[in-house]
């Protein structure tokens, strides 16, 4: 029976423990890179790991008056439905470890899970700063949600399908990035306020509202949303690097195409100053939609 | 959590402990939605009782307790106390260490001035600004330990004069840092003055009007950003600063791009005024001999502090202890402002009116009565029976 | 005119240059001659007169005079209270105070290291063998 590799292939590699691994590896490399850049040494590679048994081993505790079924569940749910969504995408230059048509559309899905389970644990809890980091999650997934969706189907229109391990046989001939760079960009920065990234880090706020949504989470449930912040990350990058980077074929391939993507990522990071909340709204739905509006126009006219 | 939960409108605690404050204080702001419709300050939390310390130590003890009142302006406080004492002593510190003076109390507004400048940078999340100003501030923290050794609370100040004098060697490495810093100013005054982002936080916000500031008494270069012309190092000018004076930097307009503007600009003229000793050093001792006991009197000192105006008050009653001693710094002066100012403006904006004052909390702090909002009566506990009231909380939570 | 990437010469030059961090404590950089570090006292000049004691704003100086007139005596210098500020260096007329530069690393694991005495050998041994108890200088009544 094709089960047994299936449930290593889903729990080992290269999904699961793997898929958390090289995520927080690839944390690393973004910290370890932001740091270079505003030049400084940064952490060493084990720190998000070391991050999250740390978390992991501490104690948990519960605020007063939260409905305990939703605090507890949602950051599993959140990291559960990052890694589903590592099932259907290329990682490590192999192929996808399940495949059908309209996959895509169920990986965007999969992905705005955290994101929602996020808006949802801070509305859960009574604290002041996590109602306003809920509000501002969920007002920036109603900005930025539709260009990235709209962004990562131009392959899609360009490759004539929904699933994503044709579109990344399709974009192996040629690199869409450059047949439609206006996707492109709206792509990276629609990741870039996915997973709440500097400059649309508003949710998480810091110096505003402490840590937004995520304010009364620690121990436990702060290890998983923090993995599965970093596997949306790894995924990410995976993602637009299979399809508009010209495919991922190769683990060599891979690894340049995402490991370039996250230097680019964090370039953005370190050039920009946070948006307020209003502004990331103003820029996306006045920008954001426009261009990958007008990307679309031209890829069905050019076809 | 004592505010009501009336739809959309609570109250926002932002202190005594919160990311945005560097020092405690706890501002409370009600918003209703994202916007500020109130706002409240309330201090205390750093009060350490130094006006009274002060009074059981003898005169030259209290200079270094004075110059921990605050870490950033440590030598323009160790600096109004020794120029108020030298006065009431009437001796007059000799030239050369009023200008030794004057080149640590500008090299310690370089410094303030860059760490601002990040602290500021990072309220409105551009990390990137904050690592390079405080990697630049390391060279000016650099030149003064190798000046006055130490980084912070340089210890500079003797009663009647200076500890150190300034050689040909540490002219040259002061010149040398100096060139470094005023081209990374010069970069900055460009980053803050053109960045689209940036300029998207700091553009047309927390505007005061040159009014305003007269009505709320704004000091420094917050004061200086919104037209008021006043800088005490020009309008009553102190140590060497009649021999070399500095021009007042101004900005009409009043946001929070005004103040960067105005604190970086003011950077060239201490870069202009520190060469200026460095070439001029009057030559002489370097401090007057002071007696133990202080003659009676009272001397009032102000100086121009990097956040704006310092006010001391020193009282003698012919001991070798000072009477009294009164400290008003220029936050406190500025906190109305951001009160004020806070509501209209949305909550992400808040740090930075904040930060744009430049608060230091831990110089501004006085004692604070708390009355209780039933009957207006206030309890006070004395050092035991505060210890008493700690004890049995802690024994009744953990049963 | 608003320009965007501005920081971009300083992130960019910064990926080819060393890290501006110093990778203490595998590399020390040279203290300045000035430092304020741990105080250091010679016995030769010093008469025990006490000045540095009654100037010390942290109390971290304290004289114990054994026979006033034989002129022996001890210092006791807390290193924990030290402010490293200098001012006994400058009150004491004679010159036999001064700060190290090269001793500025101080963390120790007990408190015992913290407590340094300053004396001629032979009051040092009549101090620890608990001597005369003598008169401490304190600028405190």
Known sequence: ?303 | MTENRTPRRFTIPIGPQHPALKEPGAFQFTVDGEVVTNAYVRLGYAHRGIEKAAEERNWIQNLYLIERVCGICSHIHALAYCLAVEQLANVQAPPRAQAIRVLVAELERIHSHFLWMGVAAHEAGFETLFMYTWRDRETVMDLLEGLTGNRVNYSANLLGGVKFDVDAAQADSIRTGLEFLEGRVRHYLDVVSHDATFLQRTRGIGVMTTAQADVMGAVGPTARASNVVRDLRVHAPYAAYPDFPVSIVTDPRGDLEARFSVRLRELFESFRVIREILDRLPAGELAARMPRRIPEGEAVIRLEAPRGDVFYFVKSAGGDQPERLKIRTPTICNLTSVVRLAVGHQLADVPMILAGIDPCFSCNDRMVQVRKQSDGSQELMTWEQLRQHGIEFYRGKAQ | ?141
């Open chain 1, 1 to 303: 029976m094709s089960l047994l590799p299936g449930i290593g292939a889903m729990l080992i590699f290269p999904g699961g423990l793997s898929l958390l691994t090289a995520s927080l590896l690839y944390e690393w490399a973004d910290h370890k890179l932001l740091a270079l850049l505003q030049n400084r040494i940064g952490p060493r590679w084990f720190q998000p790991f070391a991050d999250s048994v740390k978390l992991l081993a501490k104690e948990e505790i519960v605020p007063k008056g939260v409905d305990r079924w939703l605090f507890f569940g949602l950051p599993l749910v959140a990291l559960a439905g990052a890694l589903t969504a590592g099932l259907y995408v290329p990682l490590a230059g192999l192929a996808p470890i399940a495949s059908f048509p309209g996959d895509l559309i169920v990986v965007l899905y999969l992905l705005s899970l955290l994101t929602l389970g996020l808006g949802l644990a801070g509305a859960n809890s009574l604290d002041r700063f996590s109602l306003i980091g809920a509000t501002r999650t969920l007002t920036q997934v109603f900005s930025y949600e539709a260009p990235f969706m709209m962004a990562l189907l131009g392959p899609a229109l360009a490759a004539g399908s929904w699933q994503i391990a044709t579109i990344s046989a399709y974009a192996s001939g040629h690199w869409l990035a450059l047949t439609q760079p206006l996707g492109f960009v709206v792509a990276l920065i629609g990741l870039m306020g996915k997973l709440e990234m500097p400059p649309f880090d508003a949710p998480e706020a810091h110096t505003e509202i402490v840590a937004g949504a995520m304010t009364e989470y620690s121990g436990r449930g702060l290890a998983l949303f923090n993995l599965g912040k970093a596997v949306e990350l790894f995924i990410g990058l995976t993602l637009i690097s299979a399809l508009y980077l010209g495919g991922v074929e190769n683990p060599l391939l891979f690894l340049a195409k995402t490991l370039g993507l996250l230097l680019a990522l964090t370039g953005v990071q370190a050039l920009l100053t946070r948006l307020r909340i209003d502004q990331t709204v103003g820029l996306w739905w006045r920008y954001g939609a426009l261009l990958v509006l007008v990307q679309w126009l031209i890829t069905i006219l050019v076809r």
């Open chain 3, 1 to 141: 005119m608003k320009k965007y990437a501005t920081m971009l010469p300083d992130i960019a030059g910064s990926l080819f240059k060393r890290p501006a961090t110093e990778a203490y404590p595998f590399v020390r950089s040279q203290a300045p001659m000035r430092l304020r570090g741990l105080l250091k006292w010679t016995p030769g000049p010093c008469t025990g007169c006490g000045l540095c004691a009654m100037d010390c704003p942290a109390d971290a100086l304290r004289v114990t005079m054994l026979d006033r007139k034989a002129k022996k005596f001890f210092l006791t210098y807390n290193v924990d209270r030290c402010l490293f500020c200098g001012q006994c260096v400058v009150s004491c007329r004679l010159g036999a105070l001064a700060m190290s530069s090269q001793e500025w690393e101080l963390a120790a694991l007990t408190r015992e290291a913290f407590t340094i005495r300053f004396g001629k050998e032979l009051d040092d041994q009549s101090g620890l063998a608990g001597g005369p108890q003598g008169e401490p200088h304190t600028d405190r009544s």
